[in-house]
């Protein structure tokens, strides 16, 4: 099983930019897509991007395509999420997760870290 810990969030004035890290140990993610979901007050949690094991090809959710980049490094076994034009919408707990290759469900997930755009 592949242990996950998110850093990064803060609070940050729309327009703004953050960069969220997860750190991998246990397993080394190279093995694995590596996701980040978040979720908003009040609301389910949701997907947000991918990142695949092998091709390393990438797939968002339509509400942050072209403002948020997920990126790998398998070196130091770690994902990042670079989000920028942040938007109050934007506003959640983000959590990044695994799942391993060939695998349906991401099944190990981080503690998440905060993100407040501010208006």
């Known amino acids: 099983q592949v242990q996950l810990g998110e850093s990064g969030g803060g609070l940050v004035q729309a327009g703004g930019s953050l960069r969220l890290s997860c750190a991998a140990s246990?397993?080394?993610?190279?093995?694995?897509?590596m996701g980040w979901f978040r979720r908003a007050p009040g609301k389910e949690r949701s997907f947000v991007a991918a990142?695949?094991?092998?091709?390393?090809?990438?797939s968002y959710a339509d509400s942050v395509k072209g403002r948020f980049t997920i990126s790998r490094d398998n070196a130091k076994n770690t994902v990042y999420l670079q989000m920028s034009r942040l938007k109050p919408e934007d506003t959640a707990v983000y959590y990044c997760?695994?799942?391993?290759?060939?695998?349906?469900?991401?099944?190990?997930w981080g503690q998440g870290t905060q993100v407040t755009v501010s208006s």
């Open positions: 246990g397993r080394t993610i190279s093995n694995y897509d």
């Open positions: 997760a695994s799942r391993p290759n060939g695998g349906v469900d991401f099944g190990s």
């Open positions: 990142i695949h094991w092998r091709s390393g090809s990438t």
